[in-house]
Nanobody, 116 residues
Framework: QVQLVESGGGLVQPGGSLTLSCAAS????????MAWYRQAPGEKRKLIAS???????DYADSVKGRFTISRGDAKNPVYLQMNNVNVEDTAVYYC??????????WGQGTQVTVSS
């Protein structure tokens, strides 16, 4: 089992920036897919950014051009750089990783609140 813990969330003003990190309880290898999801109050959890094993990123239209997903190392497999945030970005953000050997894992979520 791998536990994932997100960090870096908090309160940020519109137009500001945040970097979310995803730490694993032990080293992770051969990750085929890594992603960030978010869930706003009253809404379903949505995929906003992903990156495959080859490093190819993909983004939801709502964050394209503002957010950047990147791969880290075996203990911190994925990051999310959030720039020019707006109030619609307020949500709980979850990291997700998948490997063929171990399956998929979710973090417990970190709150991001965009407010002036």
């Amino acid at each position: 089992q791998v536990q994932l813990v997100e960090s870096g969330g908090g309160l940020v003003q519109p137009g500001g920036s945040l970097t979310l990190s995803c730490a694993a309880s032990r080293s992770t290898f051969n990750l085929r897919f890594m992603a960030w999801y978010r869930q706003a109050p009253g809404e379903k959890r949505k995929l906003i950014a992903s990156i495959d094993g080859g490093g190819q990123p993909d983004y939801a239209d709502s964050v394209k051009g503002r957010f950047t997903i990147s791969r880290g190392d075996a203990k911190n497999p994925v990051y999310l750089q959030m720039n020019n945030v707006n109030v619609e970005d307020t949500a709980v953000y979850y990291c997700f990783v998948y490997s063929e050997e171990e399956g998929d894992y979710w973090g417990q979520g970190t709150q991001v609140t965009v407010s002036s």
